[in-house]
């Protein structure tokens, strides 16, 4: 069974960070493609950023400079770094893997901005 875990969400303070991780098994990890997707209350799912199995990253255009994309193949695990953290960056984070026509969800985990 494919299994992505996420953990490190917790409530910050504008300006805050967190590293969110995610732990994969059974799955070629190394094979795959990796993200993080976010889902805020009244608004659809939204892609935030991606990473190929060789390392190249991608992110949507409000997280720019702001989050890191990072994965290592041998923990199967892939980050999301998150600084300078707004109140409009709260939302559920999803991990994601997509490989031809397989694509899987985690369980997602909370991140709140607030002061």
């Known amino acids: 069974q494919v299994q992505l875990v996420e953990s490190g969400g917790g409530l910050v303070q504008p300006g805050g960070s967190l590293r969110l991780s995610c732990a994969a098994s059974?799955?070629?990890?190394?094979?795959?493609?990796m993200g993080w997707y976010r889902q805020a209350p009244g608004k659809q799912r939204e892609l935030v950023a991606t990473?190929?199995?060789?390392?190249?990253?991608n992110y949507t255009d409000s997280v720019k400079g702001r989050f890191t994309i990072s994965r290592d193949n041998a923990k199967k695990t892939v980050y999301l770094q998150m600084n300078s953290l707004k109140p409009e960056d709260t939302a559920v984070y999803y991990c994601?893997?997509?490989?031809?026509?397989?694509?899987?969800w985690g369980q997602g985990t909370q991140v709140t901005v607030s002061s």
């Open positions: 994601y893997r997509f490989w031809r026509v397989w694509s899987d």
């Open positions: 059974g799955i070629l990890f190394n094979i795959n493609n």
């Open positions: 990473i190929t199995p060789n390392g190249t990253t």
